[in-house]
């Protein structure tokens, strides 16, 4: 006699989807209530997202850059404009999320320690460029895709603005606080593990 066992096919990746520059000053207003049915609409699952500024985690078995072009196309024809959507896996999140270039910064200025994700690799010098641009004491590292900016006494007043990053690195950038980076990374963990 055989026993006939169920084969369960393993779960599908977790990515987390971050939008830039929605829900700032009352411009690109994306309730997040509509971000997950537009999600979920496309076919992705168990979507959640965490805070009003467009974080998005879901499962999926598309490539981050697949999911990214989706979602995008997906809120221009929702909302009528165009946001710009980075892309990553959980397994990439949770080693942003291991530490930071400057742990210092981790616990001294939680809020102003900011982890930067690219669309596309970094541009050669991009860190050297933006160090250059600093002032006031801020401190950037980078890494392959993202770079790591220790704002020092403000974001608000800061000389490296997302034009200014996006230039350096060569493509789209878009920025979290490492109490975010920490918080993601924990949500992210939870929803890989949960049946």
């Known amino acids: 006699m ?10 599908a990746p977790v990515l ?3 939008l830039r520059g929605i829900n700032v000053g009352g411009n690109k207003k994306v309730p997040m209530a509509d971000l997950r049915t537009l ?9 959640q997202t965490y805070i009003n500024s467009g ?18 196309r997906a809120i221009e024809r929702r909302f009528g ?15 942003y999320a291991k530490k ?13 320690l900011h982890l930067a994700v690219a669309k596309q690799p970094l541009a050669s010098g991009a860190a050297a460029a933006l160090q250059a641009a600093a002032r006031g004491g801020e401190r ?22 997302p034009a200014v990053l996006d230039r ?15 918080t993601l990374a924990e949500l992210a963990r939870a929803l890989a593990v949960e049946p």
């Open 55 to 72: 974080n998005l985690l879901f499962q999926s078995d598309l490539e981050p850059a697949a999911a990214e072009l989706a979602l995008e």
């Open 2 to 11: 055989t026993s006939k066992r169920s084969a369960r096919s393993p779960a």
């Open 39 to 47: 999600a979920e609409g496309l076919g992705l699952r168990r979507v």
């Open 100 to 112: 930071s270039a400057f742990p210092d910064a981790e616990v001294a200025r939680p809020n102003v």
């Open 168 to 182: 350096h690195a060569g493509s789209t950038v878009t920025a979290r606080n490492w109490r975010t980076v920490q």
């Open 16 to 18: 987390l989807g971050l």
């Open 140 to 161: 950037v590292h980078a890494l392959a895709d993202a770079l790591w900016i220790d704002f020092g006494e403000s974001v608000a007043r800061s000389k490296l603005s």
């Open 81 to 95: 404009f165009r946001v710009e959507v980075v892309v990553r896996t959980e397994e990439t999140w949770a080693r």
